[in-house]
């Protein structure tokens, strides 16, 4: 994908970019069976049935069925297994997930375009289910720095950058995801959909993340469909 053309190829180094995860999500796996108070012998069997069936251990052992490798995969860091499972997991119903490529990593640069986009994907969900309010929405924040050479830039108001911006559709930005995976793309930075003037990034290659890091949590609180409160829960 030649620079001189849309989109415009070049490097990102932000820090401190935020991600909201769910509670539980937050935890490492190991941290979560401790808790279970088995023997050593038995956690050693429950990892092992685990890995039958968790995508994660599937690319780590390279058995993953849509190939994904332990290449898509970091080690050593501080919240890895959180990263992993989000790469290991192939690209769903999201704006540039591909079917078959591994997970991507979205983050923003500012919390409160964090908390816009994971609030419209939530009541997006409640809309679906006929559930116009929830009261007890717990995210902890998640911050990474995100540091690569090859990131397609959205934020030109190209015409193809409009159409992979989409609000209603991730036609666009999918076929565009495909095409910058086989351009071994690092990821895509691009205007929040959901937050006039935030702005977001999907990493498609986890070793652009670092010093990945616990922060505080909050409670998201959705009245009549729309976003009514965050309450910051602290550390």
């Known amino acids: 994908m030649s620079t001189s053309r849309w989109p415009k190829i070049g490097p990102v180094s932000v820090d401190d970019t935020c991600r909201l995860v769910s509670g539980s999500r937050a935890r490492e796996l190991d941290q979560g069976l401790e808790d279970l108070g088995i023997s050593s012998q038995d956690m050693a069997t429950l990892l092992r049935l ?22 898509s995969l970091v080690f050593g860091t501080q919240l890895s297994r959180l990263v992993n499972q989000t790469f290991a ?33 939530r009541i997006a969900y409640l809309a679906e289910i006929d559930r116009p309010d929830e009261e007890d929405i717990v995210c902890r924040l998640v911050l990474a720095d995100v540091h690569g050479e090859r990131f397609a830039d959205l934020r030109d108001r190209h015409r193809q ?39 977001c990034f999907a990493v498609l290659r986890s070793p652009v993340l670092s010093r990945l890091r616990r922060a505080n949590s ?8 729309r976003l009514a409160e965050v309450e910051d829960l602290g550390a």
């Open 50 to 71: 685990w890995a039958v069936t968790d995508a994660r251990l599937q690319a780590q052992y390279e058995t993953h069925r849509a190939g994904i490798d332990r290449t």
């Open 89 to 121: 997991n192939p690209g769903r119903s999201t704006r540039f997930g591909v079917p078959g490529r591994a997970g991507v990593w979205y983050c923003a640069r500012e919390l409160d375009t964090a908390v816009a986009e994971v609030a419209h994907h």
């Open 161 to 199: 950058s409009t159409m992979c911006l989409d609000p209603s559709s991730y036609r666009a930005s999918q076929a565009f995801a495909e095409r910058l995976w086989a351009d071994h793309g690092e990821g895509v930075v691009y205007p929040s959909v959901r937050r006039r003037r935030g702005v």
């Open 218 to 225: 909050y409670r998201l609180v959705i009245q009549d469909y």
